[in-house]
């Protein structure tokens, strides 16, 4: 991945987690950290997409046990 590639994904991640905050389905906390967790809206929105039968649903459930997994793995440093 070339510098040019790097400065797409990073301003795509930027706007993607702005248009989140935006919507109230994140937080960012205003320390150096700048920690990123779901708003009760965030997460009453993932628990319904979660339940959806479709593609949807089963990419929100691997992402819960893939980062289940990285937790096991690497713990929870909160």
């Known amino acids: 991945m070339d510098?040019?590639?790097s400065l797409t994904l990073r301003?795509?991640?930027?706007?993607?987690?702005a248009f989140l905050e935006a919507a109230g389905l994140t937080t960012i906390s205003h320390?150096?950290?700048?920690?990123v967790?779901?708003?009760q809206?965030?997460?009453?929105?993932l628990d319904r997409a979660a339940r959806d039968?479709?593609?949807?649903?089963l990419?929100?459930?691997?992402l819960r046990i893939n980062q289940?997994?990285?937790?096991?793995?690497i713990g929870d440093e909160r």
């Open 11 to 17: 301003r795509r991640c930027a706007d993607a987690l």
């Open 3 to 5: 510098w040019r590639t």
């Open 59 to 62: 990419f929100i459930r691997k």
């Open 37 to 39: 967790t779901l708003t």
């Open 41 to 45: 809206a965030g997460k009453s929105h």
């Open 53 to 57: 039968a479709g593609d949807l649903g």
């Open 68 to 73: 289940e997994r990285v937790m096991a793995r």
């Open 31 to 35: 320390d150096r950290q700048r920690i």
